[in-house]
C-alpha cells in the first residue's frame, strides 16, 4: 500500500480565512480523492482529484469553497476557503494505487477547527 | 448523499467475546471493504471483498460478501483491547469508477 502523508495535521482558524491542505504520496497513483469527516460522523466524499484537469465534485460541495489541484500523480492539495465553525472537521485524502484491484488508502487526517 | 447503513451503532463487550456487525444498502454494490479508525487516524483497509458470496479472513477478522450485493458483514474473534475503534463498511459500485460510500461506523468498546 502506498504512504500518504497530509500536511498539516491539525491546525485552528479564524473565521472568514482559508487553509489548504497538502496531500503527498510516496509512489506514484491512478486517483486521489477528497475526503470529509465531520465531528462523530462517517466519511464523505468531497471531489476526485484529477491530474491536470478540474477537479470532479459530489453534491454539495462546489469548487469555490473547495478549491482543488493536482498537479502530478502523488500530490494533491485541498483549500477550504472563507472558513466558518461549519467546516470544522476532519479532511482525508485517499488514493487508489496502480493496478486492477487496488484498492483506496487513506492519509491520517487533518482535523481543523475553525472558531 | 447515500450513507451505507451500519448495526449496531456502538457494542460494549469484554475481552476475548467475539464481535458481529453488518452493513445494509438498498442498492448493489460490486466491491466491499471493511476499514478501522482510531481516534486521531485516518481509515485502515482490514479487509476487501470483490465477489459475491465470498468469504474473506484476515487473522481474527473475517468477512462476507452478501449473494444480494447488498449487505456485507464482518466478525471478530476473541477480541482483544487493541481493537478498540470505529469500523465502517464501505461500497464501492463498478472498477474504473472508485468512488466509495461509507456504512455509518459500528463504535467498539472494549470492557476490561
Known amino acids: 500500500s502506498a504512504v500518504i502523508s497530509q500536511k498539516p495535521s491539525r491546525d485552528i482558524c479564524q473565521r472568514g480565512t482559508s487553509l489548504t491542505i497538502q496531500c503527498q504520496v510516496d509512489s506514484q497513483v491512478t486517483m486521489m480523492f477528497w475526503y470529509r469527516q465531520q465531528p462523530g460522523q462517517s466519511l464523505t466524499l468531497i471531489a476526485t482529484a484529477n491530474q491536470g484537469s478540474e477537479a470532479t465534485y459530489e453534491s454539495g460541495f462546489v469548487i469555490d469553497k473547495f478549491p482543488i489541484s493536482r498537479p502530478n500523480l502523488t500530490f494533491s492539495t485541498l483549500t477550504v476557503s472563507n472558513m466558518s465553525p461549519e467546516d470544522s472537521s476532519i479532511y482525508l485524502c485517499?488514493?487508489?494505487?496502480?493496478?486492477?484491484?487496488?484498492?483506496?488508502?487513506f492519509g491520517p487526517g487533518t482535523r481543523l477547527t475553525v472558531l | 448523499g447515500q450513507q451505507l447503513n451500519q448495526s449496531p451503532q456502538s457494542m460494549f463487550i469484554q475481552e476475548g467475546e467475539d464481535v458481529s456487525m453488518n452493513c445494509t444498502s438498498s442498492?448493489?454494490?460490486?466491491?466491499w471493504l471493511w476499514y478501522k479508525q482510531e481516534p486521531g487516524e485516518g481509515p485502515v483497509l482490514l479487509i476487501a471483498l470483490y465477489k459475491a458470496g465470498e468469504l474473506t479472513s484476515n487473522g481474527r477478522l473475517t468477512a462476507q460478501f452478501g449473494i444480494t450485493r447488498k449487505d456485507s458483514f464482518l466478525n471478530i474473534s476473541a477480541s482483544i483491547p487493541s481493537d478498540v475503534g470505529i469500523y465502517f463498511c464501505a461500497g464501492q459500485r463498478d472498477f474504473g469508477n472508485e468512488k466509495l460510500t461509507f456504512g455509518t461506523g459500528t463504535r467498539l468498546t472494549i470492557i476490561p
Open positions: 485517499s488514493v487508489v494505487g496502480r493496478g486492477s484491484l487496488d484498492t483506496q488508502y
Open positions: 442498492s448493489i454494490f460490486n466491491t
